[in-house]
């Protein structure tokens, strides 16, 4: 360990401080101009006020906008956990040529701007269109995330689970499919919800994909504020992230507490 | 024999690819016995374990257990019980749970599982302990609970893989002997797997030895000590001198470094570090060796001592702790055994 008090110590708490600045000085100043008593966005806020609060929720577009969200990111991360799983347990189990060009190939979307996903994908569903637009194209399409997500993490919790547990249950008399069940997914649980709240997260906050594939009248969240900062700046755009970036905290706050439990 | 014999492997191979992990092995355990799997890591004798519980699919032979083919069982489907090296225990689950786990499997009534736990948990000393999850015990606690999951359901034969490897020496000694006692009152017909020959000779009634995939001698702990079959088995049971007999060019036989040797030439003979005297008169007539002491251990109840001899060969030499007292490393000595310590090898 480094001890904090040597000057290098010193060092260590001055970056520690800029990084954090810089991460959360944006956030900072969002939360702050949505309290502000002014028609327009203001930081420092000028005033104090809920009243963007009460019009963001008292505005039909937001709500309806939020529970299309809250639908597409349950779907897409309850998806996205059972294939990317699946997919996680094949790949750390049996071994078969190009599998690791295959794990490259399931992470690759990862590092695709979201942009080129959205524009490749629109060009893709209008010549083949594979699923129906709206809500069904935009859970495909968010999948298409999620599942590289759910993979990145259960790898290494997989890789680290004894196999001996699992044969020990198979040879108490449990078949395979049961041993998994009984043994080795109680072991996943943390790791799991820990890749369900990722992708979660994830589709929840996207914009790209949301923008070029979802319906107008089926509009996630994050399409609804997106139309709303361009039409006018008013700080309820302001309060509406506040509570998007509070809803994120809470699952990640949760999904931390679950996994040190 | 096979006809009385609890679990027989016959013929039973596994290879991989071009390697041969075992070469076609055969071994009957009676009921009630305890038999040993010792080798070096590699040897072959894991994948045996393995393919007895169904884990490996042998390349040929079969497994019989009680008089039934169980070679294409899946693991679940076969009355054997393992205790890992690992332990394996669920992590998620209580003592008392864990135990119960394979009751559970078989569909035992409730009443019946807790008590059958309970007795379990009594045979095993872990009263107080069944609410505990697996992190909350002591390596020892652990090991008997992965011995107690595994013998609760009564198993025909049960698996030990290097049931003791993961405890401290101190413990080791003490866990044995409590697992062959309660062997022995049980009557469990067993296979234990092995590195360590002195574990495997303190509590076996048979030892088979594998080297190289190969079952090399299958014998009691006595057998395997005094009439080794192979040069591996010699060495790796305990320590051992070899020589290779030759007839000399005047009649007698010789080694082949030129010690005189009172036993019939053209054979291999193993000589126990044991069953060498030291004493400081020179050498007269054959087996008899003079030399200088270079390396000189005491042991507390016995000392080892190493002779080199003038033509290079290093002779492991054991004696009463007192041999310390009178060699010392550099000083001259003369190596003498008596010809019924010469034990001849069988012919490959």
Redesign the interface.
């Known amino acids: 360990m480094i001890s904090l008090r040597t000057p290098f110590g010193w060092v260590l708490r001055f970056l520690a401080v800029v990084t954090f600045v810089y991460l959360l000085g944006p956030l900072v100043v969002i939360v702050a101009a949505s309290f502000s008593d002014t028609g327009y966005l203001a930081f420092p806020p000028e005033g104090f006020s809920l009243r963007w609060y009460h019009s963001a929720l008292g505005d039909a577009r937001y709500l309806s906008g939020f529970f299309v969200s809250l639908r597409l990111a349950a779907l897409v991360a309850f998806f996205s956990l059972i294939l990317g799983t699946a997919a996680a347990v094949a790949l750390t189990r049996f071994r078969f040529p190009g599998r690791a060009l295959l794990q490259a190939l399931f992470l690759s979307p990862l590092v695709l701007p979201g942009l080129v996903l959205a524009v490749a994908l629109t060009v893709f569903f209008s010549t083949t269109p594979l699923a129906p637009p709206g809500m069904p194209r935009l859970v495909v399409s968010h999948m298409l995330v999620g599942v590289p997500l759910v993979l990145r993490v259960m790898l290494p919790v997989l890789r680290r689970v004894d196999r001996a547990v699992e044969e020990a249950a198979q040879n108490l008399g449990a078949s395979p499919l049961l041993a998994f069940c009984l043994v080795t997914l109680p072991a996943l649980r943390p790791g799991l919800f820990a890749a369900g709240a990722l992708a979660f997260i994830f589709s929840f906050d996207e914009v790209e994909m949301a923008l070029f594939l979802g319906s107008a009248r089926e509009a996630p969240l994050t399409v609804v504020l997106y139309g709303a900062a361009q039409m006018a700046m008013d700080p309820t755009v302001a309060a509406v992230s506040s509570m998007l970036i509070l809803l994120a905290l809470v699952l990640m706050l949760a999904q931390q507490l679950y996994a040190q439990r | 024999m096979s006809g009385s014999a609890e679990l027989v492997l016959d013929g039973l191979a596994r290879r991989y690819g071009a390697t041969t992990a075992v070469a076609r092995m055969d071994l009957a355990v009676a009921p009630g016995e305890l038999v040993a799997l010792l080798g070096p890591s590699g040897c072959g004798k894991t994948t045996s374990l393995r393919m007895v519980?169904?884990?490996v699919e042998p390349s040929a032979g079969r497994i019989l257990l009680r008089g039934r083919d169980i070679t294409g069982l899946?693991?679940?489907r076969?009355d054997?019980?393992?205790v890992?090296?690992?332990y394996?225990?669920?992590?998620?689950l209580s003592v008392a749970e864990n135990i119960a786990?394979?009751l559970k499997?078989?569909g035992v009534p409730k009443p019946e599982i807790a008590a059958r736990v309970a007795r379990m948990i009594g045979l095993l000393q872990l009263d107080g302990l069944e609410a505990r999850l697996p992190r909350q015990l002591s390596g020892g606690q652990q090991q008997r609970v992965a011995v107690g999951?595994?013998l609760v359901?009564n198993p025909a034969v049960v698996l030990l893989d290097e049931p003791f490897s993961n405890l401290d020496a101190l413990l080791r000694e003490g866990t044995r002997i409590e697992l062959r006692r309660l062997q022995t009152d049980l009557g469990l017909t067993t296979l234990f797997v092995t590195h360590d020959q002195a574990e495997a000779m303190a509590i076996s009634d048979r030892i088979a030895v594998m080297h190289q995939g190969r079952l090399e001698q299958l014998g009691t702990p006595r057998e395997v000590y005094d009439r080794p079959a192979t040069r591996f088995v010699a060495s790796f049971i305990g320590r051992a001198n070899f020589f290779e007999a030759r007839p000399g060019p005047a009649g007698g036989s010789f080694s082949e470094d030129g010690i005189a040797l009172a036993a019939p030439a053209a054979a291999t003979y193993v000589l126990r570090p044991e069953h060498i005297r030291l004493d400081q008169d020179p050498p007269a007539g054959p087996n008899a060796a003079a030399g200088t002491v270079e390396l000189m251990s005491f042991l507390g109840t016995a000392a080892q001592a190493v002779l080199r001899l003038p033509g290079g060969r290093a002779l492991l030499v054991e004696g009463p702790a007192a041999l310390a007292d009178h060699f010392r490393p550099g000083s001259p000595a003369t190596a003498r055994w008596s010809p019924k310590d010469l034990v001849a090898l069988p012919a490959p």
């Open positions: 519980a169904g884990f899946p693991p679940h076969r054997i019980g393992m890992f090296q690992s394996a225990l669920f992590p998620h786990f394979g499997r078989r999951r595994a359901i």
